[in-house]
């Protein structure tokens, strides 16, 4: 393997040269949701805010879905890990599911973007959503540590992906919804022992 390959996105391994330029569509998206949000983004206006032609921005997202949930993917892994055996399991978990939850919530167009891209049947997206789960289920059970059970699992994230789905529907406010992923999950986690 070529030493020039430093990241595997959705659709292909890429080079330096390669990343960059998701990297620059990442950010113009988020930059473009900014000012025109989730109606009014289009692959086009990215890929001209990124410098890329829009035949290349193409060559890398499928859709504008793709992308956002491609920024959603990035924001996640960005996100600092929780350490393992540190404080309370209640409290690794709390903090995990705050963290995820609170992710966009200084964003509220990227919030609603990721909503409805999250939710789409573009293959890409599909493909994202299911690495995004099994990060929030390895995240989750690192929390969990050795108190990890296959159904408080299942509970936190359906609490998660709901409180989410919630959230960016507008029912409530994602600082908002965070305290009650914390109510919630010491509920699961209480009931569970």
């Known amino acids: 393997m070529s030493s020039d390959v430093v990241v595997e996105p959705t ?3 890429l ?3 390669q990343a960059d330029t998701v ?3 990442t950010e113009a998206a988020v930059e473009e949701l900014r000012d025109v949000g989730y109606t009014g983004l289009t692959m086009r206006n990215v890929a001209t805010r990124s410098g890329v032609a829009a035949a290349t921005a193409y060559t890398y997202f499928s859709s504008k879905n793709h992308l956002i949930t491609e920024v959603f993917w990035r924001q996640l ?6 350490p393992a055996g540190h404080g309370d399991v209640t409290e690794r978990v709390v903090r995990v599911l705050r963290d995820i939850a609170l992710l966009v919530a200084g ?3 990227l919030a609603a973007a990721c909503t409805a891209a ?3 049947d573009d293959p890409d997206v599909a493909h994202l959503r299911e690495r995004i789960g099994a990060e929030w289920h390895r995240r989750l059970d690192a929390a969990l540590g050795d108190a990890s ?3 408080v699992l299942n509970a936190l994230e359906i609490a998660l992906g709901g409180a989410l789905i919630h959230a960016g529907l507008g029912y409530c406010s994602y600082e908002r919804m965070a ?3 914390e109510s919630s999950s010491r509920l699961i986690l209480n009931g569970s022992q």
């Open 11 to 13: 659709r292909r391994r």
């Open 15 to 17: 080079s330096k040269r």
């Open 23 to 25: 990297r620059r569509l």
């Open 77 to 82: 892994r960005e996100l600092p890990e929780v």
């Open 107 to 109: 964003e509220p167009e």
């Open 118 to 120: 999250l939710l789409g």
């Open 149 to 151: 059970d296959q159904d």
């Open 179 to 181: 305290d009650l992923l």
